[in-house]
Antibody, heavy 120, light 107 residues
Framework: QVTLKESGPALVKPTQTLTLTCTFS??????????VSWIRQPPGKALEWLAR???????FYSTSLKTRLTISKDTSKNQVVLTMTNIAPMDTAMYYC????????????WGQGTLVTVSS | DIQMTQSPSSLSASVGDRVAITCRAS??????LNWYQQKPGKAPKVLIS???SLQSGVPSRFSASGSGTDFTLTISSLQPEDFATYYC?????????FGQGTKVEVK
């Protein structure tokens, strides 16, 4: 059974750096074709794809956020970490991590999400 | 980046109605188009991948078609559990993008 769970601070102050962790089970990010993405959703708004890390350590970032994002993986802990610098109130959102299986180019398993509020 | 535009942004429908949602890409994405359903307070769930491939467990009243830049998700007979927001998402290039969503509401 594939599971993913996001964790991180619920409240962050503006200008700080946000660090989110996705802890997963039921698959290995060392297996060819496996990928993990981060997606966010501001309250009442649409989904926004943020970043992806692949089994071979290739990394991809949303063009609009790439200067602020870093994605990394720790395969020994089955974790993917996303950091976002210079946080602002508009970054308030539910943050999800999701898996892409080697058999397809879609997000087949999602975490429950973690809500991050940016406020002073 | 490839922009994905859905229409309509919202629609009102009744149980039993046939509903169609369209998604247009800003450039050709072949068939690298996926559809997700999201209910309030829940994570999205993939319904359809590669433009028209129904995921396991998804009711057959859901179907989709399209290629290139124009895609359609159809619900043949809307059921109470189908009231939700639907998103398209392209995976044609390395940077993925979602549409802005279509909310299907009770009429």
């Amino acid at each position: 059974q594939v599971t993913l769970k996001e964790s991180g601070p619920a409240l962050v102050k503006p200008t700080q750096t946000l660090t989110l962790t996705c802890t997963f089970s039921g698959f290995s990010l060392t297996s060819s074709g496996m990928r993990v993405s981060w997606i966010r959703q501001p309250p009442g708004k649409a989904l926004e794809w943020l970043a992806r890390i692949d089994w071979d350590d290739d990394k991809f970032y949303s063009t609009s956020l790439k200067t602020r994002l870093t994605i990394s993986k720790d395969t020994s802990k089955n974790q993917v970490v996303l950091t976002m610098t210079n946080i602002a109130p508009m970054d308030t959102a539910m943050y999800y991590c999701a898996r892409t299986h080697s058999s397809g180019w879609y997000l087949d398993s999602w975490g429950q999400g973690t809500l991050v509020t940016v406020s002073s | 980046d490839i922009q994905m535009t859905q229409s309509p942004s919202s629609l009102s429908a009744s149980v039993g109605d046939r509903v169609a949602i369209t998604c247009r890409a800003s450039q050709s994405i072949s068939r690298y188009l996926n559809w997700y359903q999201q209910k309030p307070g829940k994570a999205p769930k993939v319904l359809i991948s590669v433009a028209s491939s129904l995921q396991s467990g998804v009711p057959s009243r859901f179907s989709a078609s399209g290629s290139g830049t124009d895609f359609t998700l159809t619900i043949s007979s809307l059921q109470p559990e189908d009231f939700a927001t639907y998103y398209c998402q392209q995976s044609y290039n390395t940077l993925w993008t979602f549409g802005q969503g279509t909310k299907v509401e009770v009429k």
